[in-house]
């Protein structure tokens, strides 16, 4: 998908980022049911330093932006249902990539044992489960709506700032 709106386009773009991370994050739930992966393992490394930092810096400078910018300007034009709706969900999801990023940290400096696996793996599999419907959302509705609102003026200033700030 291609969006005119820059703010849009980089924000759908940061979607796909984040779908193909949570699938890579659901391989290795699905590959490693029954006790925790080698984490000196190339990919598995790869794996948890994404998240760790992609999971908590990077969702949070995301929800932050749509949370102080668009839904405020949703508000603004009498739409505020779904910006209340999307802030819930980010609220959900705030603690638990919290969580995931402290435990993928954990584990690629000293491993896993049972008992973090297992954690990581239920919060993981919620994470990927809650923030795939999310993603989804926004794609089909926050998106459009921005596209179809905002002026080019509003849009190129909020791109700006949103690119400085990350």
Not at 38 to 63: C, K, M, Q, W, Y
Not at 88 to 109: V, Y
């Amino acid at each position: 998908m291609t969006f005119v709106n820059r703010i849009s386009q980089a924000l759908h773009d940061e979607h796909l980022a984040t779908i193909a991370l949570m699938e890579r994050l659901e391989q290795l739930l699905a590959a490693r049911r029954r006790g925790p992966p080698d984490v000196g393992a190339p990919e598995v490394a790869r794996l948890l330093s994404d998240l760790s930092t992609g999971v908590a810096a990077e969702v949070d400078r995301h929800f932050d932006f749509e949370e102080k910018q668009l839904f405020t300007y949703l508000d603004a034009a009498g739409d505020d249902a779904i910006g209340a709706h999307l802030a819930d969900e980010h609220a959900a999801m705030r603690p638990i990539c919290a969580q995931i990023a402290r435990l993928a940290r954990e584990a690629a400096a000293g491993g896993f044992n049972d008992r973090s696996w297992e954690t990581f793996r239920q919060l993981g599999l919620e994470l990927c489960e809650r923030m795939l419907v999310h993603v989804q959302k926004e794609e089909m509705a926050l998106l459009p709506l921005i596209e179809e609102t905002m002026d080019a003026d509003l849009a190129a200033r909020l791109y700006e700032e949103y690119t400085q700030n990350g």
